[in-house]
């Protein structure tokens, strides 16, 4: 059974236990929800791998409740100082150099010597963080290459009797994942997300470099295909095909739009719930409209060309 529980005093509380005694409780962030799990404890942090059905080489973020938690955990030099006071908290998450003896279970970043992390802004989050008191390991709350979630009924419907406790904070502002940046050598983005590319290189003056190709196995994580509804997907579609449900996106005639005005961050904030609601509509062919390629529109095309990608 898992418990649904409200981000009230008694529900934070009682997800907070819950997560301190090992058990697997998901919860919501700005940007999608997360599966949580204390990252000091292995035994707990295994179970996050068998509840998605998680490849075990795919490392996890670790979530905390402040910078100077962070600081415990990772080696913050100049540039990770200087995004973590321009982003966090927020939709940002920095693959840092993990310091001796953090106490992170190793197969949380699978047994790599960088963690990435983040400080996230829902207040929720920040709340069972704190009550926690521990660095929470926390992958997206879906079954290992499906949609995100960015609803309470989302997790339900992937993970329910796997996990413990859902905490129901209502639909997620963001709806795309963080930005990934590593800032192991110089600045690479591993993951267009939530904070658009543009906005870290105006923060470090300088262009990050190119993220590295999704099947390259020494980008863990970026498996090519991800994201993926149960329909296949065509994109850039100016118009839908015969047999095709049209996901649309500006002023076009569409049973579903991510936007019909055009705005990217409306798009991201409902991505992952219209892919949802065309998995739960049985929709088997999916043309999607054109997306600008910046801002926001980077980290939407990039979740729409991983769930078009071929599936393994
Ligand atoms: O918005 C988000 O980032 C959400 C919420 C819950 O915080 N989390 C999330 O986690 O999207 P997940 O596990 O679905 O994606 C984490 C990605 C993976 O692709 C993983 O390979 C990469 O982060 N990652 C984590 N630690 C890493 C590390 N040390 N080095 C390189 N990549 C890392
Ligand atoms: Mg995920």
Not at 100 to 107: E, F, H, K, Q, R
Not at 129 to 142: C, K, Y
Not at 228 to 239: C, D, H, V
Request: net charge neutral; aromatic share 4%.
């Amino acid at each position: 059974m898992t418990e649904t529980l409200l981000p009230d005093a008694a529900g934070l509380a009682r997800a907070a236990a819950l997560l301190r005694e090992g058990q697997l409780v998901a919860f919501p962030t700005e940007t999608v929800y997360g599966l949580g799990a204390d990252a000091t404890n292995g035994a707990a942090v295994a179970g996050i791998y068998a509840a998605k059905g998680r490849p075990s080489f795919n490392p996890l973020i670790v979530h905390v409740a402040s910078l100077a938690q962070a600081a415990r955990l990772v080696e913050i030099g100049p540039e990770a100082e200087r995004l973590a006071s321009a982003f966090w908290p927020g939709a940002l998450t920095l693959v840092l150099p993990a310091r001796a003896d953090n106490g992170i279970a190793s197969l949380a970043s699978a047994g790599l010597p960088t963690l990435g992390i983040r400080l996230p802004a829902h207040p929720v989050a920040r709340q069972l963080l704190e009550a926690t008191g521990r660095p929470v390991a926390a992958p997206s709350a879906n079954p290992s290459g499906r949609v995100s979630p960015t609803t309470a009924a989302h997790v339900l419907s992937g993970l329910s009797g796997q996990i413990s406790a859902v905490l129901d904070g209502g639909p997620c502002p963001v709806g795309v994942e963080s930005t990934i940046l590593g800032l192991t050598g110089a600045p690479t983005l591993l993951r267009a997300g939530g904070i658009p590319a543009e906005a870290i290189e105006a923060c470090l003056g300088a262009p990050l470099a190119a993220p590295p190709a999704y099947d390259t196995p020494s980008s863990p994580g970026q498996l090519a295909s991800h994201y993926a509804p149960s329909g296949t997907l065509r994109l850039n579609a100016a118009a839908p095909r015969p047999g095709e449900t049209l996901l649309g996106f500006g002023p076009v005639d569409a049973p579903l739009n991510l936007s019909p005005s055009g705005d990217l961050t409306e798009a991201a904030a409902t991505l992952f719930s219209h892919l949802h609601a065309l998995d739960a509509q049985g929709a088997t062919h999916i043309a999607v409209s054109p997306i600008p390629d910046h801002g926001l529109g980077r980290a939407i095309n990039d979740r729409l060309r991983r769930a078009a990608a071929p599936r393994r």
